[in-house]
């Protein structure tokens, strides 16, 4: 087994996480990890094995946590950063916040942003020429897309809680950018998002 970790993650684990035992067939034998691996002591072999990729033996069985799947639940949302700079500090203190985590929150670099506003159909338009003369400039700015999974209070709960909390940290941050702008270009954005 290969240690994976999707953009799903932050919310739901890696594979080691996810793992709850494994059997493998060995040179030597059997090896079945036991479903219950929280020790105090020694190491934990669902770990050593995750990642061996069949240096250890073959993988026969494996049993993962799961969760309910509820897709009507969940909430996206998404911000346009002037700059790489502004994105990762909203990224890092959102993630650094105390109101719980979003599964998904992906920063994109300048150039994968440049091609969701195509793929997204917003290059050419009247948001695409407002957010230009607010200095959401095509090549430098960077798209924040989050997602909130699970429960259908707790997805609206962390959904609201990041927004506001990007919003608030960017007025606190530095009054002088204008960052009502950024709300109103927030919302019109995430309404054409939201379309497709």
């Known amino acids: 087994m290969t240690r994976v970790a999707g953009q799903n993650s932050t919310f739901y684990g890696k ?3 996810l793992v709850v035992s494994q059997e493998y067939i060995t040179p030597a034998g059997k090896i079945k990890t036991s479903e219950c691996h929280a020790r105090a002591t020694g190491p934990i072999i669902d770990r050593i094995l995750i990642g061996s990729e069949g ?3 073959i993988l026969m069985t ?4 799961v969760f309910k799947y509820m897709p009507e639940n969940t909430k996206r949302f998404s911000f346009v950063f002037k700059n790489r700079e502004d994105g990762k500090t909203a990224l890092r203190e959102t993630m650094q916040s105390q109101f719980g985590q979003p599964s998904v929150l992906r920063l994109s670099d300048p150039e994968e942003t440049s091609v969701a506003m195509n793929m997204y ?3 050419g338009t009247v948001i695409n020429k407002i957010m230009k003369i607010r200095g959401f400039r095509s090549g430098e700015r ?3 897309l989050g997602t909130a999974d699970g429960d259908k209070e707790f997805t609206k709960l962390i959904a609201n809680e990041a927004c506001l909390f990007i919003l608030d940290f960017f007025l606190f941050l530095d ?3 204008l960052v009502k702008n950024l709300a109103c270009d927030y919302f019109v954005l995430y309404q054409k998002l ?3």
């Open 142 to 144: 960077c798209l924040l």
């Open 62 to 65: 494996i049993t993962l946590r």
């Open 121 to 123: 159909g917003v290059e």
């Open 55 to 57: 240096a250890y033996g």
């Open 194 to 196: 939201s379309e497709n």
């Open 15 to 17: 594979i080691e996480d």
């Open 175 to 177: 009054s002088q950018r």
